[in-house]
Nanobody, 123 residues
């Protein structure tokens, strides 16, 4: 099972910060866990992903220096992955999803998807 807790999503003004949290359970800890986002009518794109070894993959240059990802293992079956988003811009507005799979393969490597959480950044 994979669930995106949806904690932290919401409306924020440009320049503000939000923290999204994803609770993951029921899959092998060897999976990478990442955050993806999708605007209405658009393709789902990768944002950041962290492997089981703690290696971060950045999929989109626009978030460099603004977004960070962290992974916390709760126990042998549960982990949480947070996406800290700073200096948010209107173009960051999207539905954000967490997913588990192979960070290197990005979207096509994800085997499990959580529910999306909406982030809206006003100008």
């Amino acid at each position: 099972l994979m669930s995106a807790a949806g904690v932290g999503g919401g409306l924020v003004q440009a320049g503000g910060s939000l923290r999204l949290s994803c609770a993951a359970s029921g899959f092998t800890s060897s999976y990478g866990i990442g955050w993806f986002r999708q605007v209405p009518g658009g393709l789902r794109e990768g944002v950041l992903c962290v492997s089981s070894a703690g290696v971060t993959t950045t999929y989109v240059d626009s978030v460099k220096g603004r977004f960070t990802i962290s992974r916390d293992k709760k126990d042998n079956t549960k982990e949480s992955v947070d996406l800290q988003m700073n200096s948010l811009q209107p173009e960051d507005t999207a539905v954000y999803y967490c997913a588990a799979g192979d960070c290197v393969e990005g979207f096509y490597g994800m085997n499990y998807w959580g529910k999306g959480t909406l982030v809206t950044v006003s100008s």
